[in-house]
């Protein structure tokens, strides 16, 4: 399995930008997703989850209320919608495919991961 994530861009604050993570190749489909995202000089951290096969969502509480992560199990496809964006949602966001059918806000709990993109907002 290998997980493709693209979307990324600069945007000003208050914008909306939607992230989308493709998931390909030979494997199981049928695991949890996850959004991560990695700012300069910090550590990776959790941003969204979603189960399989999508009943269940869960975000940081930084985002909550802002960002909605969703799959399209047909296309294989997981997205996160990004709105009303802030200075310090600047990092480098990465999907990952967890270990389980859940959603899991748990790094350990991912084994598989995307190559990241970069998302800038600038004031």
């Known amino acids: 399995v290998q997980l493709q994530a693209s979307g990324g861009g600069l945007v000003q604050a208050g914008d909306s930008l939607r992230l989308s993570c493709v998931v390909s190749?030979?494997?199981?489909?049928?695991?949890?997703m996850g959004w991560f995202r990695q700012a300069p000089g910090k550590e990776r951290e959790f941003v969204a989850a979603?189960?399989?096969?999508?009943?269940?969502?869960v975000y940081a509480g930084a985002v909550k209320g802002r960002f909605i992560i969703s799959r399209d199990n047909i296309r294989n496809t997981v997205d996160l919608q990004m709105n009303n964006l802030k200075l310090e949602d600047t990092a480098v966001y990465y999907c990952?495919?967890?270990?389980?059918?859940?959603?899991?806000?748990?790094?350990?709990?991912?084994?598989?991961w995307g190559q990241g993109t970069q998302v800038t907002v600038s004031s």
């Open positions: 990952a495919q967890g270990i389980s059918q859940w959603a899991s806000m748990s790094i350990e709990e991912y084994r598989i």
């Open positions: 979603i189960s399989w096969p999508g009943r269940r969502t």
């Open positions: 190749g030979r494997g199981s489909t049928s695991a949890g």
